[in-house]
């Protein structure tokens, strides 16, 4: 598989393109950007009957009418079959989970994914909403901003002209008559370059950040009213894990790291809260999200709200979004030790979004639900899993 290499980027794209676009030099000297092969390519699906699903009678579809009404919303117009799917969907009782289980089996075949390696599994790991205390002025504690998307940033596609480069983030600001990079998350915390751009207030840098790597989340007012933010921009850089830096450093053990362990690193040594923060140069840009009812979960990359585990992030470059997916893995108990085996985690889920680090074949991202309970399960899950694409008849 393809992936940029600093050398080759001249060698790539043409002159004009590269003058154009300086910030893609830019991108391909930090050599962080993802393989832009055709990716569907590299993955191998095998048709398999429903008996070799592990657990599948297991599991008892709770949940996942939901979650699958709410993709027909979105995937009946798209495809010829889903439109099929749906309609005959509509002429069932899908909380009826007898009912529901027979019609899956019915109108979908269970496919295993592989890599062009012929590996069969890979890292799974979980994501929530996190809830917030925060304020839409700076007052009292309410001291770290969350940003709006400012008006300077720049997003280019050029992908109708380069296929080759879609998977790429080129966004940038304008420096003359020039697309440079824009600035960093330690750029723009230490110079202040966007004050005016505050959507909110929030009262810890620490949460903040995390928000940032979760992608949406809420955030309580002093007057009770809560507030929906979600994903709207990001400032181009790929996202930097400060746990891996951590490790690196010689601070945290690589069983150990999680987002727990991390803040309560933090917590203990705030004189370098700074330092490792700022090791992810990537910042989230939010929007106020006004219009999903408070019981609904955040919106997907489908802009589709999410349903507490049953919805999957994964790569589309490997899986198409609004897929029935089959995953079979481990999940932490609550409150239990890091190192208990925790628990069996065979379940029918959809992929309904999609991450900056959630690349690969068989790279997939748990949504786990709002608040700190689902918080304390995804912060700590980290295992490795099988993946299952069920396509339809």
């Not at 909380?95 to 289980?101: E, I």
């Not at 219009?291 to 585990?309: E, F, V």
């Not at 889920?349 to 748990?366: F, N, P």
Request: aromatic share 8%.
């Amino acid at each position: 598989m393809f992936k940029f290499r600093p050398q080759d980027c001249k060698a790539r794209y043409p002159a004009p393109l590269a003058r154009f676009l300086g910030v893609l030099l830019w991108v391909c000297t930090l050599g962080a950007a993802p393989a832009i092969a055709n990716a569907q390519s590299e993955a191998r699906l095998r048709p398999i009957p429903f008996s070799e699903l592990p657990g599948w009678p297991e599991d008892d579809l709770r949940g996942f009418s939901a979650a699958l009404t709410t993709n027909c919303s979105a995937m009946r117009a798209r495809t010829a079959a889903w439109g099929r799917l749906c309609r005959d969907a509509d002429q069932i009782n899908v909380a009826d989970t007898v009912t529901l289980r027979q019609f899956i089996e019915s109108q979908f075949l269970p496919h295993e994914l592989s890599d062009a390696k012929g590996s069969r599994s890979g890292l799974i790991t979980g994501y929530y909403e996190p809830l917030l205390k925060g304020s839409r002025t700076r007052v009292g504690p309410y001291q770290i901003p969350l940003y709006r998307t400012p008006k300077d940033l720049i997003n280019v596609d050029l992908s109708v002209i380069y296929p080759e480069i879609k998977s790429l983030r080129l966004r940038g600001r304008l420096e003359g008559n020039r697309v440079v990079p824009y600035p960093t998350r330690a750029e723009i915390e230490r110079k202040g370059l966007l004050a005016g751009d505050e959507l909110l207030w929030v009262d810890d840098p620490v949460e903040a950040f995390f928000l940032q790597v979760q992608g949406s989340g809420r955030v309580q007012l002093p007057t009770g009213e809560t507030v929906r933010v979600g994903y709207a921009e990001q400032n181009g850089y790929p996202y930097r894990s400060i746990g891996r830096y951590l490790i690196d450093k010689g601070e945290l053990k690589p069983n150990d790291a999680s987002m727990q362990s991390i803040k309560a690193w933090v917590a203990a040594n705030p004189h370098r809260r700074d330092e490792v923060l700022h090791q992810n140069p990537s910042v989230v840009f939010f929007r106020e999200i006004t219009a999903l009812p408070n019981a609904q979960g955040p919106l997907g990359s489908m802009g589709l709200p999410l349903t507490a585990g049953r919805s999957l992030a994964v790569d589309p470059r490997f899986v198409t979004p609004g897929s029935l997916i089959y995953l079979s893995t481990r999940v932490p108990k609550p409150g239990a030790p890091p190192k208990d085996p925790g628990l069996s985690f065979q379940r029918l889920m959809i992929a309904q979004d999609t991450g900056s680090a959630v690349l690969g074949a068989h790279r997939g991202d748990i949504f786990f639900g709002t608040g700190n309970e689902a918080g304390e399960v995804a912060g700590r899950m980290r295992a490795d899993g099988r993946m299952f694409v069920l396509l339809p008849k």
